[in-house]
């Protein structure tokens, strides 16, 4: 948990809902498992992202986040905040099923994803569909995190619990851990 604390003084700053539990449970699966190749779904203005893309500069991980930025056009501030702490990102401006393309049949469909992160739209549909799509090209082992699974988002919740591919291992705050079995 070394420098934790010197990414979290930079990411609690940044607007977002990412709480202090959740990004020290990410700081800790990372560290810990160095997934090699992590995905990202939802950035909006890096509050989570950060997190990854310095442990990914760290310990030499490929890490891409997804955003469609269709609410409003923020990619500038995403970019500005992933600035803050020397990191090492990718950054797709598209909708999930239009990056999905790349690993499926497009640049980046030669090896599994070893972490993926949804953070999109807080609906039963939304998170089903996520599933549906990226789980097939995660390894087996590999760890699928949730946020907002929590009941305000009970539509998460169920999304996530009918996942019979899935053993739920932690919970921080609103930030489900699984792993794909
Ligand atoms: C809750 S925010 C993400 C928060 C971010 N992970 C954080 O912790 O600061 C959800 C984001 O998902 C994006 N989004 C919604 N639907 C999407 C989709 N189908 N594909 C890609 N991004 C999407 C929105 O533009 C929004 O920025």
Redesign the pocket.
């Known amino acids: 948990m070394k420098n934790f604390e010197k990414i979290w003084e930079v990411s609690k700053d940044i607007r ?3 709480d202090y539990q959740e990004a020290k449970q990410i700081y800790s699966v990372v560290a810990q498992n160095k997934p090699k190749r992590i995905v ?9 992202s950060i997190n990854f893309s310095v442990l990914a500069k760290e310990f030499d991980l490929d890490f891409i986040t ?6 409003k056009n923020t990619k500038d501030e995403l970019i500005e905040n992933l600035k803050k702490i020397e990191g090492k990102y990718t950054f797709l401006q598209m ?2 099923d239009e990056a999905f393309q790349f690993f499926n049949i497009g640049a980046y469909a030669d090896r599994p994803i070893d972490l993926i992160f949804i ?3 807080h609906t039963y549909e939304s998170v089903k569909h996520d599933c549906d799509l990226w789980l097939p090209k995660m390894r087996q082992g590999g760890l699928v995190l949730f ?1 907002d699974y929590c009941e305000k988002y009970h539509g998460v919740i169920k999304a996530v619990d009918e996942r019979k591919e899935l053993e739920k291992v932690n919970l921080a705050y609103t930030l489900m851990t699984t792993v794909k079995i």
């Open positions: 977002g809902w990412f990202e779904l939802g950035s909006y203005v890096g509050r989570s997804v955003d469609d930025l269709s609410s909708k999930s953070d999109t739209v946020h």
